[in-house]
């Protein structure tokens, strides 16, 4: 397709309903959504996922929506209309000292990496994610790590003694860990060079504190009506929420049908 401009959109709480993640992936993104998605690829404008899962985790949602591109893993990875133009890993003698923190303190660690997920056998929601995963032995660590992940309702677990790097609370039971020097926005940046577009030419849709510097970072972000209040204070707009048809109000609001 042409592309003239692009939309970044979060996903929990954004394109889909968090309440409903008892019901079938197809039933939690609003019927107006899907027309939305539609329709701003009529106009030019390149819909992209910028999440921090990783690619695997998102396929299921990007062929539902018809999405073909991702900034995934909080931005150390990019994908264009299904080709790969960007990743980074972590240093790996920071993994590895990392990991063998993790095993001193029985810390359940997961790990997204090149070649898939990767586990310590002390992981147990991670299983269930309905992908392949390997287990890493007690002798051995994962390569070519993209971000790590624990589960956990206390940050502080990790917070405490991991000072190398960034540790997120995504979820109320879930950290994201990854490099001080990397964001949703770094991924912004890294699509624009590619497409050669001017940051004017962006739109971001978030609902979390998460999405605040991606928000920060476009040309016009819009906050969802459940968002928290600090996204609602970085936003330039703020529509409806995302079961009242925040996408697609806020899209024609903006003019990306015209």
Same mark, same amino acid.
């Given at each position: 397709?042409?592309?003239?401009r692009?939309?970044?959109?979060d996903i929990d709480? &954004?394109?889909f309903?968090?309440?409903k /993640?008892h019901?079938?992936?197809?039933?939690?993104v609003p019927?107006s959504?899907?027309?939305? *998605?539609?329709?701003l690829?009529? $106009?030019?404008?390149l819909?992209i996922?910028?999440?921090?899962r990783?690619?695997?985790?998102m396929?299921?949602?990007?062929?539902?929506l018809n999405i073909?591109? @991702? *900034?995934t893993?909080?931005?150390?990875?990019?994908?264009?209309e299904n080709d790969l133009?960007y990743? $980074?890993y972590?240093d790996?003698?920071?993994?590895?000292?990392? *990991?063998d923190e993790?095993?001193?303190?029985d810390v359940?660690g997961?790990f997204?990496t090149?070649k898939?997920?990767?586990l310590?056998? $002390?992981v147990?929601?991670?299983r269930? /994610?309905?992908?392949p @995963?390997?287990?890493?032995?007690?002798?051995e660590y994962p390569e070519?790590v993209?971000q790590?992940?624990?589960?956990?309702?206390?940050i502080r677990i990790v917070?405490? %003694?991991?000072t190398?790097?960034?540790v997120?609370?995504?979820?109320?039971?879930h950290?994201?860990?990854?490099? @001080?020097?990397?964001?949703?926005?770094?991924g912004?940046d890294?699509?624009?060079?590619?497409? $050669?577009l001017?940051?004017?030419?962006?739109y971001a849709?978030?609902?979390a504190?998460n999405?605040?510097?991606?928000?920060?970072k476009?040309?016009?972000?819009v906050?969802m009506?459940?968002? &928290?209040d600090n996204?609602?204070?970085?936003?330039?707009i *703020?529509t409806s929420e995302? %079961?009242n048809?925040?996408?697609?109000?806020?899209c024609?609001?903006l003019?990306l049908?015209?």
């Amino acid at each position: 397709m042409k592309i003239e401009r692009v939309a970044f959109f979060d996903i929990d709480g &954004t394109l889909f309903d968090s309440s409903k /993640y008892h019901l079938p992936i197809e039933q939690q993104v609003p019927d107006s959504t899907y027309l939305a *998605i539609e329709k701003l690829k009529a $106009n030019n404008v390149l819909p992209i996922i910028a999440t921090g899962r990783w690619k695997n985790r998102m396929q299921d949602l990007g062929d539902l929506l018809n999405i073909d591109s @991702f *900034i995934t893993s909080n931005g150390q990875a990019v994908h264009i209309e299904n080709d790969l133009v960007y990743q $980074n890993y972590i240093d790996q003698a920071l993994v590895e000292r990392t *990991i063998d923190e993790m095993r001193f303190r029985d810390v359940p660690g997961f790990f997204d990496t090149k070649k898939g997920l990767h586990l310590l056998p $002390n992981v147990v929601h991670a299983r269930d /994610y309905g992908e392949p @995963f390997k287990i890493v032995p007690d002798t051995e660590y994962p390569e070519h790590v993209l971000q790590m992940l624990v589960t956990t309702e206390n940050i502080r677990i990790v917070s405490d %003694w991991l000072t190398e790097l960034k540790v997120v609370q995504t979820a109320p039971s879930h950290l994201d860990i990854y490099p @001080f020097d990397v964001s949703k926005a770094n991924g912004i940046d890294k699509v624009l060079d590619v497409l $050669n577009l001017d940051i004017s030419q962006t739109y971001a849709f978030g609902d979390a504190d998460n999405d605040l510097e991606m928000l920060a970072k476009v040309g016009t972000s819009v906050a969802m009506g459940n968002g &928290t209040d600090n996204v609602k204070k970085t936003a330039d707009i *703020i529509t409806s929420e995302v %079961w009242n048809d925040g996408i697609y109000k806020a899209c024609e609001q903006l003019g990306l049908f015209d």
